[in-house]
């Protein structure tokens, strides 16, 4: 694999060696790559997760780590990204893990630079690591995908983890269904009510709010949202004994989840953030190794 930029390049073989990697990393501990790699993380978006744990990844594999800051970068003199891309491949940058506000901003790269790329994040598109990391949450908990059903609640349309793992799930056989306001719907259809998904849900996924992708005003206060779309303790009364609750984060206590769910023996949210490291050593152990 040269970059990974969408789970839509993945085939389900793909996926499902990408998460049994992860699970022997995460059994054996991840041990140093052999040969000499460097890396570098260019986010040109707000991360703390993401960025801090492909970071844990890659020092964990042994790279070289170069430290770039958006706010301090050329970006600012108006530098684009393809040219960023090319001066650190000039500078012999062997792969670049990017986030960037912009829906597929990986088309311009992909084709045009020797470095891999591999996607933090492209505006309300893909998001394929963290997607992973929930398969594989999903995976240990429940050990297949057919049949599951799995419920993605929140700002559906401006979400790339939502279009990420819609693409993921249904291709390894899982139902997914959607909840949320008709404005914030895209492509994605809304089932009418909690009531009709709770109690049958085995997954129920979380999604904040993308304030920052929104044009003009908010729909809702934070108490209205939580009411009518947020995970109430009342909801979560009513959800299968083995069911799990998920949200890749940052959450919003209070708004789509109630603050005392986020710690509750259902949660699975820290132990998706843990899961993360290894998916992200096993994605970087991917494309490294098909370097020289
Ligand atoms: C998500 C993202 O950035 O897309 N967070 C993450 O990577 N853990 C979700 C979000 O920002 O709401």
Redesign the pocket.
Same mark, same amino acid.
């Given at each position: 694999m040269d970059h990974l930029v969408s789970m839509k390049q993945l085939t389900e073989e793909e996926i499902m060696a990408l998460l049994e990697r992860a699970e022997t990393l995460k059994k054996l501990g991840i041990r140093e790559f052999p040969g000499k790699y460097t890396v570098s993380n260019l986010f040109f978006?707000p @991360?703390t =997760?993401?960025k801090m744990s492909f970071e844990m990844a890659e020092r964990k594999l042994g790279l070289e780590v170069l430290p770039f800051e958006s706010s301090f970068s050329s970006a600012l003199k108006g530098e684009t990204l393809y040219d960023t891309v090319k001066t650190l491949e000039a500078i012999g940058v062997d792969a670049l893990v990017v986030r960037h506000p912009e829906d597929g901003y990986y088309e311009e790269l992909v084709g045009r630079t020797s470095v891999s790329i591999i996607n933090g /994040?492209d505006g309300s598109g893909q998001?394929p690591t $963290?997607s992973l990391l929930d398969l594989f949450t999903i995976k240990e908990e429940f050990g297949s995908f057919e049949g599951l059903n799995v419920l993605i609640a929140g700002d559906i349309a401006h @979400? =790339?983890?939502a279009r990420s793992n819609a693409d993921a799930l249904t291709k390894l056989g899982a139902n997914v269904t959607y909840l949320c306001p008709t404005e914030w719907a895209g492509e994605f259809h809304s089932v009418d009510s909690w009531d009709e998904v709770i109690g049958t849900s085995d997954v129920v996924m979380l999604? =904040?709010v $993308?304030h920052e992708r929104h044009e003009g005003e908010e729909l809702f206060t934070k108490e209205s949202y939580h009411e009518q779309y947020g995970l109430t303790e009342q909801r979560a009364l009513q959800m299968k004994k083995n069911a799990i609750i998920m949200h &890749? /984060? &940052?959450f919003n206590r209070g708004v789509e989840i109630a603050d005392s769910l986020i710690e509750t023996a259902q949660s699975r949210i820290f132990k998706q953030m843990e899961n993360g490291v290894y998916i992200r050593a096993a994605v970087l152990e991917e494309i490294l190794k098909g370097r020289h």
């Open positions: 978006e @991360s =997760r993401t /994040g998001h $963290q @979400s =790339r983890v999604l =904040r $993308q &890749p /984060g &940052p």
